[in-house]
């Protein structure tokens, strides 16, 4: 007895789902401890100059989720390719919570859009702090990418006069050698504008959940069918 055409591609697709979910897990749980750990960022927590609450908020965050996701993951994997009922079950109760949280949240992300926009200035600034502090080359090289993906410069805008243009966006046209947007407004403006994308974003992945969370009890219905005939095969044969 074997698990039929429906059964096996909600097999695979569990897997592939699972596989994504390890390495995001991985990616968010490693950053958060390296963030929370390392000894060029454990003083952010020590420092109240640095204002450092949103940090903080963050990191907890990534450690949580990453740990989560991977619960969730051995739950997954080990329920998809042992086809254990138990586990595909408590695979499938946690899927229903995190797409339902995924969903709150972004609703209150779009709700509460300024607050949520200033928590990432507030972040974006414990990060500056600290790379002024330690000059440490991991968070110049975040500072970098944050600087070139929203074209802006530090805390001030003002080359000449930024701590930290070294990790400024090359100046686009001649007026901005003298004065480039600066970081803090850039996210507060892009966050407050990008509001629906945001929600969307977090609705979608909800989406994503439940397509998983649908394919884990097509699975359970088709292990208990399987289960079933092989009983009935063995209470007819003896």
Not at 3 to 16: A, M, P
Not at 152 to 179: Q, R, S
Not at 184 to 207: E, H, Q, R, W
Request: some cysteine; proline content about 3%.
């Amino acid at each position: 007895m074997a698990l039929d055409g429906c059964g096996l591609v909600c097999k695979y697709i569990l897997f592939l789902f699972n596989l994504i979910f390890a390495m995001l897990g991985f990616a968010f749980l490693g950053l958060g401890l390296w963030l929370r750990f390392s000894g060029n960022t454990r003083g952010i927590f020590e420092i109240e100059v640095l204002n450092s609450r949103a940090f903080f908020m963050a990191v907890t965050v990534l450690i949580a989720l990453g740990t989560v996701m991977l619960v969730v993951v051995a739950f997954g994997d080990y329920g998809a390719c042992s086809e254990k009922r138990c586990a595909l079950q408590v695979f499938s109760t946690l899927l229903a919570i995190l797409a339902l949280a995924e969903v709150v949240v972004g609703v209150l992300a779009y709700s509460r859009s300024d607050e949520v926009a200033m928590s990432i200035v507030e972040f974006y600034g414990s990060i500056y702090a600290l790379y002024l502090k330690n000059g440490d080359p991991v968070i110049g090289a975040t500072l970098t990418f944050i600087h070139k993906t929203l074209h802006c410069c530090g805390v001030t805008g003002v080359p000449v006069v930024e701590l930290a243009k070294m990790t400024c966006p090359k100046p686009d046209g001649i007026f901005e050698h003298i004065v480039m947007p600066n970081c803090p407004g850039v996210i507060a403006n892009v966050f407050d504008s990008k509001a629906p994308l945001v929600m969307g974003i977090f609705v979608g992945t909800g989406a994503l959940l439940i397509i998983a969370l649908v394919c884990a009890i097509v699975l359970l219905k088709q292990i208990k069918r399987v289960q079933q005939e092989v009983s009935a095969y063995y209470s007819t044969v003896y």
